[in-house]
Structures are given as structure tokens and as C-alpha cells.
């Protein structure tokens, strides 16, 4: 066999992926050994394809000839792409999430074709003035949690990490994961005023840039060698991918540093709960003064027995609103923000009598009554009780329902200023600009879109902490965390309380939690009830749907018949193979249940899929 003034073996066979999500196996082709070009595990080529030329990437390039086989040949070199080390994530991301691993090798792609790679620039010499944080031992491998109270710098942690010797020593790049571009560009921003290159395109990060930011995608960042990883609000939903495959950036992070053997640090006010079933964890917290002071004052406002002709604004709420906005027009700290998420639940119930809100008995949740029913009845458990009052006896109930835009032009009317109204998710296109107004009301979308407030009020804080879903209580956490960092520190700022929830419930634990400035009780016991209960992230679950699903839904049933191949244990001996679970849920929905994500990913990837469109499978469904 002959090479080529490039190392490209003259008939050389490679292995390739295609672009072609519906197509799960991969192809050989022989590369033209007239080709001036590195062909490696990662390169982006174009083949031809069923009578056509596909794009595609090359994940095996020690495929061998074929005997007997005409193989044919690639069509053109499109450049570089990801290295080998996450050609090998995306294949197992594809398992893990139930989708094609072209899905995560375009993630990991450039844009436009890249011919060629700048030279990285050195990182910095090393600061003896740089801050440390001697809690962290990022010589060691695994995942470290660093709890941070919402009004505490990242910056200094960040900083700790990159200019920390063991992570020196390595010769790699630091990632750096945020939540949102934004953050993403004002954290680049900042470390570069600092003097540590941060790299700005795929380029950059394919030539190993010492510091990468980037938001949920940036876990996919092309670095070729990796030294730690930093994870900003580790808690945020803005990591989890909501099309299919619903992947999570946080997971993803954690299996590149597991395969990759360097340290992966998540920080967060509120640790997410699927850490919790993680072993060989090591948390991170600050003393109990220092957490306490880095939340601020929250003010709960009792509503039970509230005068109904008030509505939705209490007298504690117009007092805050008042001061707020003197204190805005004096200094300028930004607008009053009120949140009423009225998609967070559409419907609930008070006793007319003593205000006492219609409450699930076994699980806690708001109750409703279904038209046509006489029974109150609980979204998330389905268990039904009569329209009785738990706490006087008491049979008459009132419905409590608003919109944003009728609160708006309550709350206009009531203070007499400009009240402007965010509400839905920021779109795609050019984002329609924020009301400049000293009072903003809107659904929790106003928290993303504004950057200070002079106080935050949740005029309902019950449809986010009652909501019939597994995550509300993380939802509810992440809430107070984003609008505790629109608002000044615990003692500092303007004397009245600059955050205030209205609420039925104000002895919730979780509550007394942000009151107290200690999210970490009411975590554990809901980590307590999770384990107790097989809830993810003690058991998996996925969620199939759409007009396929009753035929795929089949397709899963009589896989579950063959008897499953032992799984090896520690010790290489066949052990007893964990079942999986299929249950209708109605509305061509239907619900897998497992222990582990082993042998659901498992069924999954060997269970042909009907050809189609009508077919939605998400991995550990957070609508549940």
C-alpha cells in the first residue's frame, strides 16, 4: 500500500457517519489517494449516498479493505470537525438520549468549512495574586459541587479553576458553561480584561483556546484537550434541550470529564437533584453567615384570609410597590417587578369561607375540579377527594384565575404609573424590546428579560409551588435564585423587603427555606421523597408521544416479551437483567419506567422506530 505526501494511504477505507438522522448505521468509503488532505476520526467529508452526495463524518479511520468489495469513494473534504474524543460522546449522547448521533455531531461542527486552525495563544503567568479557593482540589478527578448563594461573584471561582496548577499542568482548555449567551459574552468579556484568552469562535476552541465559555451547546465545544470544566448555575433549565432528544448539558459534561479523567465543577444555590443519585459526590458550601447574607430579605404575605375585594394586590404588596418606586425615581435601581405565571396553572381552589387552598393529601399538590365532576381531583396523583374544605369543613370553594394583561391594567389603575407587560419566551428573531416603565408585570419570562429591579413581587407564588409537576420544587428554587440576583444583598440597599411572595401557603418549606436563606432542607427531603418513591433521578423514565406512538408503543411491547440478556456484574457474572415498564397515559402518550438508564436505552436502540414524523421520545420528561 502506497502513501501520499500527506500520510493518506493509497486505498485507504474509512468509516463514516452521515448526516442522515433517519439512518442510524454507518458506511465505508475508500479516500481518493489523490486527496491533499488529513483525513482523520472527526474530519467532515461529503459522500455519495442512494444517488446522492450527503455530508458526513468520518469515526473510524482503521476500517481496512474490504475484500471482494468495490468501496466507494469519498467526494470532497470539507474540513475540520470535532476530535475523536467527542465523535465517541456523541455516539454514546445518541444511546444515552434515545437519538441519532448526528444530531450531536453537528452541535460539535463548525458553521462553515475550517481549512485550517490558528495557533492558541499561552495562558497567562501564573498570579500569586489570583484568588484560590483552597476547598477545591481540582488535582482529583470527579464532580465537585460548589453550593453559591445567588449574589456571589462566579467571577473569583472561575478564576480560581483556570489558575489553578494542577489544572495548569494538564495543558488543556477550562470550559465554562452559563446558562445563556449573554452571560456567556460578558463572561468572556471579564476574563479577558483579566488577561486570559477566551476563545470567541469554533476555531479558536478547535485549536485550544486556554479558556472556553459557551452556553448549552458550548458542552460540545471542539477543544482537543480538556483540563476542567466549570458549570455556572448547574440548577438552570436552560441546559436541558426541550426538542428531542431532550439532552442535558450538565450529564453531558459529566461523561466527557469521566472519560476524559479531569475534575468537573458545578456550581449552583440550589444543587439539582439529579446529582443526588450520583456516587462519589464531594459538596462544597460556605458557613451558614456567609449563605445566609448572599440571599435577600424575603417578605411572605399570608393571602387566606385576605378581603377578596383587594384581588390579586395585597396592602403589603401596594407598600412595597409605593416605596419601590420612590426609591426608583430617586436613585434609579430599576423598575418594579411583578410575576404572575398564569401557564404555571390555570386553575385553583380556596375555600370562600377561611381561604384554606384545595391541597392534594397524598402528595401536596393544587386539586381541581374537572368539568362535569363532582370530586376534586389531583393532576399529578389522580386521587380524588369531595369539594370539602381540609381545613373548616366547609363545602363551597371559589375558582382563582387571572390574566397578565387584566392585572396590568389593574395594577396601571391602582398606582397610577405605567405598568408595561413581558410575557412568553424571548423568540428567536429579533427580540421585541422590554417596556421601559418604572412597573413591569409579566409571567416568569419577565425575570430573563430584565437585568435589575429595584424589588421583585410573585403575585401568586402558588401556581409555581403547587404546580402538578415532578420538577416544581427546583422550578419554584431557580425562580427566587433568578430574582434574587435582579435585587440588592440581605442588608444593604433601601430598608424595605426587596423580595415578597403573596401566597396561601406560607408555611411551605420551602419558603421557610429562602426566608431563611437555607435551600438545603427542603432539598434533601425532597430528595428523601424521590428515593422513597422510585422518582427520577432514582429510576429512569421516557416519555413516548405523537401520532406514531401507540405503533412504536407495540413495536416496545413485543420487544419486552424476548427475555433480556443478563446483565455482568462487578465481577463478569451474568446477573438478573432489570425490567422496564410501559404504561398508556392516554392521548397517544405512553410512559417507560426502569431502575437504571441501562436497560431503558438499551430497549430503546433496538426497537426499530415506524417511519414517520409523528413520533416524539424524550428521555427523563420534566412535564411529568
Known sequence: MTHDDRGNAAGRVVRVRTDVAAVAKTFDYAVPADWRHDVLVGTRVRAPFHGRTVRGWVVDEEVGTPAAVDVLPLKSWLGWGPPP????????????????????????????????LPMAPPPPAPDAAAPQRADLDLAETGVTVV??????????????????????ARHGSVLVLVPSAGWAERLTSRLERRGWPTARTWEQARAGWPVVVGSRAGAWAPVPRLAAVVVLDAHDAAYREESAPTYSAVDVLIERTSREGVPCVLASPVPPLALAARAHLRTVAPSRPEERAGWPVLELVDRRGADPRSGMFSEEFVRLARSALDEAEARGRGPLVCVYNRTGGARLLACRHCGELACCARCGAAVAQPRGEELLRCPRC??????????????????????????????????????????????????????????????????????????????????????????????????????????????????????????????????????????TQVLAEEEAIRRTSALPPFAALALVSGALAPVYAEALGRELQVPARPEPTEEGVPGVGSSVALSPLGDDRFLLRADSHQPLCDLLERTPRPPGRGLRVEMDPATL
Open 85 to 116: 474524543a467527542l465523535v465517541e460522546l456523541a455516539e454514546w449522547a445518541g444511546w444515552r438520549w434515545a437519538g441519532p448521533a448526528s444530531f450531536f455531531l453537528r452541535i460539535a461542527s463548525p458553521a462553515t468549512i475550517v481549512r485550517g
Open 147 to 168: 453550593r453559591q448563594p445567588p449574589l456571589t461573584d462566579p467571577l473569583a471561582l472561575v478564576l480560581s479553576v483556570v489558575g489553578d496548577d494542577a489544572v495548569r
Open 382 to 519: 389522580d386521587e380524588t377527594r369531595p369539594v370539602v374544605c381540609a381545613s373548616c369543613g366547609r363545602l363551597r370553594m371559589k375558582t382563582l384565575r387571572a390574566g397578565v394583561s387584566r392585572l396590568r391594567e389593574e395594577l396601571a389603575a391602582l398606582l397610577g404609573v405605567e405598568v408595561g407587560e413581558v410575557a412568553g419566551p424571548q423568540s428567536a428573531g429579533p427580540a421585541s424590546p422590554v417596556p421601559d416603565a418604572p412597573v413591569l408585570i409579566g409571567t416568569e419570562a419577565v425575570l430573563h428579560r430584565v437585568r435589575r429591579a429595584a424589588a421583585v413581587a410573585f403575585l401568586d407564588i402558588d401556581l409555581h409551588l403547587l404546580a402538578p409537576r415532578l420538577s416544581a420544587t427546583e422550578e419554584t428554587l431557580a425562580l427566587f435564585v433568578r430574582a434574587a440576583r435582579l435585587v440588592a444583598a440581605r442588608g444593604t440597599g433601601a430598608p424595605w423587603n426587596r423580595l415578597q411572595a403573596q401566597t396561601r401557603v406560607p408555611d411551605h418549606p420551602l419558603l421557610q427555606a429562602v426566608a431563611l436563606g437555607d435551600p
